[in-house]
């Protein structure tokens, strides 16, 4: 496939695939190729905004040389959709990116994202109300930034906050009960949540089609039970989320997913 090449201060050539998702014109490209001392930002600014996320999910993903936060605008600006996940984000970069494009950002994947702090998505909900994919798993926010997601962000449809730790707990369910009521896929693995806060949830989001509650060990099976049958959407079941399944729930479920798997 065809590949693109960006010079970088340490003179290091990085490859970006091209093929297929990106269309960046050989002149852009020879403009983004500089002098080994510097990327152009007149070159990232001239980027599609497809071009810009891509060339930042390519640099980000090399951790041997960290790319500096506040070449971050230059690569967010006019973009829809960024992937920021697994990387050395701090709450400094991600209010540029916020700055940048955040009243036109629909995709954000943060996943990973270990030293963000929960000022820092708070500032981010304020600035994002068109956000419809938001993906924090695996980042260490407590109840408080998933709070301030559930009022800044209503019109998510999937949203992943799973593995954050201790501080997750059914507080953030019952925010996102109140405020997305919009959502249709949420992942809340490992949280701290019980029955009753899942039923508000599975109350109040008629629209959610998939809730992954792996690790969710406050969870009872009449409560799981309750609530998937309280979602008229849901097709899909996995039980491996339960560690044990009663042969009545078992019916119960069968009769109303088209696909159940174990």
Request: glycine fraction near 6%.
């Amino acid at each position: 496939s065809m590949r693109s090449t960006i010079k970088c201060r340490s003179g290091r050539q990085r490859l970006i695939p091209t093929a297929r998702r990106v269309d960046m014109p050989d002149a852009l490209t020879n403009a983004l190729c500089t002098t080994a001392m510097t990327l152009s930002p007149e070159a990232i600014s001239a980027l599609s905004p497809a071009a810009k996320s891509e060339a930042l999910r390519e640099l980000l993903a090399d951790k041997s040389q960290p790319l500096s936060e506040d070449l971050l605008p230059l690569f967010a600006k006019g973009c829809t959709t960024v992937h920021l996940g697994n990387s050395r984000l701090t709450d400094r970069g991600l209010g540029l990116i916020g700055a940048s494009c955040g009243a036109s950002l629909v995709e954000l994947d943060l996943s990973f994202c270990t030293r963000l702090r929960d000022a820092g998505v708070i500032s981010l909900a304020r600035v994002c109300p068109a956000l419809h994919k938001l993906m924090l798993a695996h980042c260490r926010l407590s109840d408080t930034a998933f709070e301030s997601i559930s009022h800044g962000c209503r019109e998510l449809r999937e949203l992943d906050c799973s593995w954050n730790g201790s501080g997750v707990t059914e507080r953030s369910v019952r925010a996102f009960a109140a405020g997305l009521h919009r959502l249709e896929r949420l992942a809340i693995c490992g949280c701290r949540v019980g029955d009753d806060a899942l039923l508000a949830l599975a109350c109040a989001c008629p629209e959610l089609r998939g809730v992954n509650t792996r690790g969710c060990d406050m969870l009872s099976e009449a409560g799981v039970v309750g609530a998937l049958c309280s979602m008229p959407h849901v097709s899909a079941l996995e039980l491996c989320q339960l560690p044990r399944v009663s042969e009545p729930s078992l019916q119960l479920l069968v009769a109303r997913a088209r696909s159940v798997t174990s």
